[in-house]
């Protein structure tokens, strides 16, 4: 290769790696239940997929009712199935309200993200538990 060709060769490749740095980030991608949705069946937990793997163990879900009291059970677990999947498991008494989720990763190559959403539920019938994070 030239030597007046590395240079140029270097400069593109520091772009593209920093384009791909700027692409690790952990995103929400799609949750159950969903963002914003209204509920008729109670949910027995709150599961959070994201853009890319988490490390489950410094990624937290929390769910918090209207007067801000959390009804989750604090136990955010990775799904078996999909690494870049979050799960909490709620509490059995929720009633009729709004909750809103609040959530924070780590991803894979430690970058860390954060948000929230709100889902609404109508009715006190609770939902099926999943089967697919145990």
């Known amino acids: 290769m030239p030597k007046r060709l590395v240079p140029f060769v270097v400069a593109v490749l520091s772009v593209i790696a920093a384009a791909v740095r700027v692409e690790a980030h952990a995103f929400l991608v799609r949750a159950e239940p969903r963002v914003g949705s209204k509920v008729t069946k ?3 937990e ?3 997929w994201f853009s890319e793997t988490v490390q489950a163990d410094v990624s937290s879900i929390k769910v918090f009712d209207v007067s801000g ?3 989750d059970k604090k136990d955010t ?3 078996r199935a999909n690494r870049a ?3 909490v498991s709620l509490i059995p008494v929720l009633t009729p309200g709004t909750y809103k989720v609040v ?3 780590t991803s894979a190559d430690t970058h ?3 948000g929230d ?3 609404h539920v109508l009715g006190t019938q609770r939902a099926a538990v999943s089967s697919q994070a145990r």
Do not use: E
Request: proline share 4%.
């Open 112 to 114: 860390v993200t954060n």
């Open 117 to 119: 959403f709100r889902f």
């Open 69 to 71: 009291k959390q009804v």
């Open 77 to 79: 677990h990775s799904d």
């Open 46 to 48: 709150v599961r959070v």
């Open 85 to 87: 999947a979050l799960c």
């Open 42 to 44: 109670v949910p027995t």
């Open 103 to 105: 959530w924070r990763v």
